[in-house]
């Protein structure tokens, strides 16, 4: 059964500092991961995307890795702002059954100025 | 604006009551979902379809019944709500088949009071 576990829970850092958010998964074999952020009373934004074929991907600030092998990805935010305060969360789809994703249990970040 | 939309954003309704959540894609996907996020933010699937088809239905109590009409569009009706029912709905949608990953609505907020 998979199983993805966000640490850490919670994050409180100053402006303009760069961040590590940790994601793992318990099956390797994962189809694809997917980054997404969650701001207060609101909906889940996408932020990245990385296919089981994939090392990285990044966009803007933001640098995702996938070691498959070893069951977890990593989320970089690179120069926070106090935008970036949200929660972040990850999912992987179930292998072969891609129209169920497991979410992790999130990493609330609040970056201050 | 392209994008998956659901309403009503908020709904107050009294226990043993009915109600109902609307999900519209414009996305052109062929699968949509309902998820639901408890008061621990944690996030999960109730149901999926594709094309109008019920592909996945996990384990939801049987007041909760999805409709889809057409392959844009996938309601939720809640019969007889109860206090535990209190959650953050949300809508998304996928295309099968492809590497794009799933789109998400702005979310419902549930109180049964």
């Known amino acids: 059964k998979q199983e993805v576990t966000q640490i850490p829970a919670a994050l409180s850092v100053p402006e303009g500092e760069n961040l590590v958010l940790n994601c793992s998964f318990t099956?390797?074999?994962?189809?694809?991961l997917q980054w997404f952020r969650q701001d207060p009373g609101k909906g889940l934004t996408s932020l990245l995307l990385?296919?089981?074929?994939?090392r990285e991907q990044t966009s803007g600030r933001l640098n995702a890795s996938l070691d498959k092998s070893s069951g977890r990805s990593t989320l970089y935010i690179a120069a926070s702002q106090p935008g970036d305060s949200a929660t972040y969360l990850c999912a992987v789809p179930i292998l072969y059954n891609t129209d169920k994703l497991i979410f992790g249990t999130g990493t609330r970040l609040q970056v201050f100025p | 604006d392209t994008a998956v939309s659901q309403t009503p954003k908020y709904l107050v309704t009294q226990m043993g009551n009915d109600k109902s959540i609307k999900c519209e894609q414009n996305?052109?996907?062929?699968?949509m979902y309902w998820y639901k996020q408890d008061s621990k933010k944690f996030l999960k699937i109730m149901f999926s379809y594709n094309n109008k088809e019920l592909i996945i239905n996990e384990t939801v109590p049987n007041r909760f019944s999805p409709k889809s009409p057409d392959k844009a569009h996938l309601n939720l009706h809640i019969n007889s709500l109860e206090l535990g029912d209190s959650a953050v709905y949300f809508c998304?949608?996928?295309?099968?088949?492809?590497?794009?990953?799933?789109?998400f609505g702005s979310g419902t907020r549930l109180t049964v009071v």
């Open positions: 099956d390797s074999a994962i189809y694809n």
């Open positions: 990385i296919q089981s074929s994939q």
């Open positions: 996305l052109g996907h062929d699968t």
């Open positions: 998304a949608s996928s295309q099968a088949g492809t590497d794009y990953g799933y789109t």
